[in-house]
């Protein structure tokens, strides 16, 4: 472990920052234009239904988007691939400020969602080249407290000028953020190592591009109240069967889409596994939270909000504090830490109701955003130094891919039980409903453990190593 007075170059900070404003603003983007949907509907003359997928097109495009990144990443080198795909982000960005219709919108988000995805997770891999295993974890952790204040600034912001300006200023509020981070990256950004990629699987990548995007899509909609179970579940079986066959196709390929067989790793497979759990409660939480506001206390919309943005703070403050500590004392040692965090300040929700003070709520809001930011960086940290060099495209698209799918079954999960919980009262619906989120909370915590425990057996051989080498040496 390094110690945390260890200074970084400056060129690796330079290049982290403008990694930092390509992540913040792919991120805001997508909280900015939530807000725009009812001025989108009203100026394009459609209805609500058509106009959310807006929004849904660019998250199923930011999902079909991460599976190519690793090819790419080979082919042109990561600097590289984050210069184009910033390029394309603002160029579509201007498409969907002129687009004439709803249709048209929809269609260009898709293709900037794409381009967002894979700029996000190119820009991961030209800070993990940069950085080298033993200090990436403060380094992510910056990375992180910066890319998390966008869904806090993004909302606020997109109100702000949808009460000077029509819904096209969203889009067109994305030129100077981004041409500035273009100007910055062409300096201090290094292009990456261009090497022969092996060809393309083009089966391999049309089964995940096609099964990614559905089983998270059918997953989100499950989790919606209201929508088509049968229609969603069968979409939601579709999507799982194409990842199969993906699964099965992939290992069995000398030089796959993706890289599987990194699963098997022993420090990689427990840190995948826990992204996986932590994804799924945190964003069953982000789905029942703010119904609990609103159904249990009577809280409308915006209470809620206000109610809910000390926990996002708190999130975004202790990413940068669990970059530090990862550093220091293992991925696995802080993750863990975070995970028992959340299950602690998650188990009381059962019993919460309108008689709970408001400072104890507080409380547990507080304690489980710092959990959160305790526990996913530092598993994503471990899960990345344990991989070689020309391997961490691949493991920063695996992680990217298991938490998002984490999340959609998460939320899933947790919405369905509440939605049949509420058929008897509010009280039933939620307290079966907190008790799904404390089962992740359960899980994720178990599986931290045995990341915390592969992770410093590792430490223990490697240091074994290393004396038994100094031993050996001449004297």
């Known amino acids: 472990m390094t110690t945390l007075q260890e200074r970084l170059p400056r060129a690796v900070w330079a290049a982290a920052g403008v990694m930092a404003l390509g992540g913040f603003l792919g991120n805001m983007d997508g909280s900015i234009v939530a807000v725009g949907l009812e001025s989108m509907r009203a100026g394009l003359d459609v209805g609500l239904v058509a106009i959310q997928w807006v929004v849904t097109a660019y998250l199923l495009g930011l999902s079909a988007g991460l599976p190519l990144t690793p090819w790419l990443v080979r082919r042109f080198g990561a600097g590289r691939l984050w210069l184009a795909m910033m390029a394309g982000f603002l160029l ?32 991961q891999t030209v ?22 204040l966008a869904p806090v600034i993004g909302p606020s912001v997109g109100g702000l000028l949808l009460s000077h300006f029509s ?18 990256a062409v300096r201090f950004v290094p292009r990456g190592e261009r090497t022969a990629p092996p060809p393309m699987d083009w089966t391999g ?29 069968a979409l939601a079986v579709a999507g799982a069967a194409a990842l199969g066959v993906f699964a099965w196709w992939s290992l069995r390929r000398r030089e796959p889409v993706l890289k599987l067989r990194l699963l098997q790793d022993r420090v990689l497979a427990p840190a995948m596994t826990t992204v996986l759990l932590a994804g799924a409660g945190m964003f069953g939480a982000i789905l029942l939270l703010p119904l609990w506001f609103q159904l249990r206390l009577g809280a409308g919309p915006a209470a809620a909000g206000v109610q809910l943005a000390p926990m996002g703070l708190a999130t975004t403050v202790f990413v940068l504090i669990a970059g530090r500590l990862t550093d220091r004392f293992g991925g696995g040692a802080i993750s863990l830490t975070g995970a028992l965090v959340v299950l602690a300040s998650t188990a009381p929700w059962p019993w919460l109701g309108p008689d709970t003070p408001t400072g104890l709520v507080q409380f547990l809001l507080l304690a489980r955003g710092a959990g959160l930011g305790l526990s996913l960086v530092p598993a994503m940290t471990a899960a990345y130094a344990s991989v070689r060099k020309e391997e961490l495209g691949d493991a920063i698209a695996l992680a990217n891919i298991v938490m998002r799918v984490g999340g959609a ?5 947790c919405v369905i039980v509440l939605s049949r919980g509420l058929a008897t009262d509010a009280e039933t619906g939620f307290r079966a409903a907190f008790f799904v989120l404390s089962g992740l909370c359960v899980l994720a915590t178990v599986s931290a453990f045995r990341l915390h425990r592969v992770v410093r057996l590792q430490s223990t051989v490697d240091i074994k190593d290393h004396q038994d080498g100094f031993a050996r040496s001449p004297k």
Do not use: H, K
Not at 110 to 119: I, Y
Not at 127 to 147: F, N, Q, S, Y
Not at 205 to 233: C, D, K, Q, W
């Open 92 to 123: 579509t960005s201007v498409a969907c400020a002129l687009a004439p219709d709803a249709g048209w919108l929809i269609a260009i988000r898709a293709v900037q969602g794409t381009t967002a995805g894979v700029m996000l997770t190119a820009g």
């Open 127 to 148: 800070i993990g080249l940069a950085v080298g295993p033993e200090r990436l974890g403060r380094v992510m952790g910056t990375l992180g407290l910066v890319v998390g």
């Open 167 to 184: 819904w096209p200023v969203l889009f067109w509020l994305n030129l100077p953020i981004g041409l500035v981070a273009l100007a910055l």
């Open 205 to 233: 990548l049309a089964l995940v591009s096609i099964g990614l995007p559905l089983l998270v899509y059918a997953l989100t909609e499950l989790g919606s109240p209201g929508t088509a179970m049968p229609l969603n579940s």
């Open 409 to 413: 079954v998460g939320g899933a999960f």
